[in-house]
């Protein structure tokens, strides 16, 4: 399996992933001549992309819903609660609407409902011969009772959002300040090494951090608080690029 994120930030999302038998785009948050350029630097034709999965229904996960699918093959994926916040997408000629996990065939994938304000929200689980990734974003926390199913997992690309001291003393209005911190919406820092400290385990080998505040996080922040609470030694941990393509990584 590759991976490779293409942007991540408030901004504009979107991630590649490549099995044995699908080229799939987690979020196309960008414009589609942004996200066809990016994709041509790792050899991609963004005709071939077979699957467009959304992990929710904010802009900056689905700017270019109207114009990427046009003279392609690739199919929308997304809940039935997604479609309903949609405006009408009737221009998009294939579309999976699923409930818990799509039923695609050589496709090893199950989705998660996380926390944020939206209808619905998703995290995805893929799993290829022995290899897992396991894709977080966009959300106010993580519910315990799914840690079971994804620990111990290859890959772990999962949002950590925003330094909480940072955000507190930073220049967002209070309702603002708020709304980031509560349970719909981003993780910090803090709970994001929290949480990778609960599902991490031998068997991890890279972790990539998604979705870093232009104003509220930097970096250098993000990577030292993570490493508080894990042991990155044998780990490759890095921030996704906010604006540009990531290294693409095998797993």
């Known amino acids: 399996m590759k991976i490779c994120t293409l942007a991540s930030s408030s901004s504009g999302n979107s991630t590649y992933v490549e099995t044995k038998k699908y080229k799939i785009l987690i979020d196309i948050g960008k414009n589609k001549k942004y996200l ?32 990427f699918f046009k003279g392609t093959k690739a199919t929308l994926v997304i809940t039935n609660k997604m479609l309903l916040e949609l405006n009408d997408i009737s221009d998009i000629e294939h579309i999976i609407v699923y409930e818990e996990n799509p039923n695609i065939e050589g496709l090893d994938i199950k989705t998660f409902e996380m926390s944020h304000d939206v209808a619905d929200i998703r995290a995805f689980l ?32 999962i949002e950590s959002n925003h330094d909480i001291e ?17 349970d719909v919406g981003h993780l910090s820092n803090k709970f994001t090494g929290i949480y990778l400290s609960k599902l991490i385990n031998e068997n991890t080998k890279d972790i990539i951090l998604l ?28 921030c996704a690029n906010k604006n540009d393509i990531g290294s693409v990584i095998e797993i």
């Open 36 to 67: 066809s350029e990016k994709l041509e630097k790792i050899g991609v034709d963004y005709h071939d992309i077979d699957y467009v999965f959304l992990t929710h229904t904010h802009d900056d996960h689905i700017k270019s819903l109207h114009t």
């Open 126 to 157: 893929i799993i290829e011969d022995n290899s897992s990734l396991v894709y977080i974003t966009d959300t106010g926390y993580v519910n315990s009772k799914y840690f079971k199913e994804l620990k111990g997992k290859t890959a772990y690309y």
């Open 166 to 182: 940072m955000l507190t003393h930073g220049p967002y209005p209070r309702w603002l300040q708020e709304r980031v911190l509560s």
């Open 211 to 238: 979705h870093l505040s232009e104003k509220n996080n930097n970096e250098e922040i993000a990577l030292k608080t993570i490493k508080e609470y894990i042991d990155t030694n044998k780990i490759n941990i890095n």
